[in-house]
T-cell receptor
Framework: KQEVTQIPAALSVPEGENLVLNCSFTDSAIYNLQWFRQDPGKGLTSLLLIQSSQREQTSGRLNASLDKSSGRSTLYIAASQPGDSATYLC??????????FGTGTRLTIIP | EAGVVQSPRYKIIEKKQPVAFWCNPI?????LYWYLQNLGQGPELLIRYENEEAVDDSQLPKDRFSAERLKGVDSTLKIQPAELGDSAVYLC???????????FGPGTRLTVT
């Protein structure tokens, strides 16, 4: 059974700093990996999708990397802003097209 | 382009009462998902549809939960009877096809008293 872990559960950083969020998964036979953000009381917003054949994806200040062999992905946020405060979730899709989520990292950017 | 629409946004019911949630996916998306999210946890899949067919309902508690996706577009998730432990956020998502990027609705927050 696929297990997805995100550490730390919570992170606070001063505004303007660069930061990295981590995601690890136990079964490397994944089809793709997706990063989401979730604001309090809201649904999930898709940030980046990395296909299993890719190593990274970039969107604006966000860069996500994927290392299938080690079962890890990172989400890099450059020049953090207070608006980046949210919970960030990673999820992997396996060969059965099932999406398994991590428990998320709650990010707070301190002005 | 409109996103995934869900209603109601909030629902408070007493235990043993029935409740239903509705989802309208992004136009043209063949795959529809229902997830359950408990506080502080990631979403967990309840059921996945490919058009009208439920292709993965292994995590759906079938004694009290049911779902349908008539005509392969809108979907309804029902709980009857509701229990206290069903209090959670119910999320609907859609994608063009399975394995593709998923887009989520705002969710329905259910409180069972």
């Amino acid at each position: 059974k696929q297990e997805v872990t995100q550490i730390p559960a919570a992170l606070s950083v001063p505004e303007g700093e660069n930061l990295v969020l981590n995601c690890s998964f136990t079964d490397s036979a994944i089809y793709n990996l997706q990063w989401f953000r979730q604001d309090p009381g809201k649904g999930l917003t898709s940030l980046l999708l990395i296909q299993s054949s890719q190593r990274e994806q970039t969107s604006g200040r966000l860069n996500a990397s994927l290392d299938k062999s080690s079962g890890r992905s990172t989400l890099y946020i450059a020049a953090s802003q207070p608006g980046d405060s949210a919970t960030y979730l990673c999820a992997v899709i396996d060969g059965n097209e099932k999406l398994t989520f991590g428990t998320g990292t709650r990010l707070t950017i301190i002005p | 382009e409109a996103g995934v629409v869900q209603s109601p946004r909030y629902k408070i019911i007493e235990k043993k009462q029935p409740v239903a949630f509705w989802c309208n996916p992004i136009s043209g998306h063949n795959t529809l998902y229902w997830y359950l999210q408990n506080l502080g946890q990631g979403p967990e899949l309840l059921i996945r549809y490919e058009n009208e067919e439920a292709v993965d309902d292994s995590q759906l508690p079938k004694d009290r939960f049911s779902a349908e996706r008539l005509k392969g577009v809108d979907s309804t998730l029902k709980i009857q009877p509701a229990e206290l432990g069903d209090s959670a956020v119910y999320l609907c998502a859609s994608s063009l096809v399975g394995r593709d990027e998923q887009y989520f609705g705002p969710g329905t927050r259910l409180t069972v008293t």
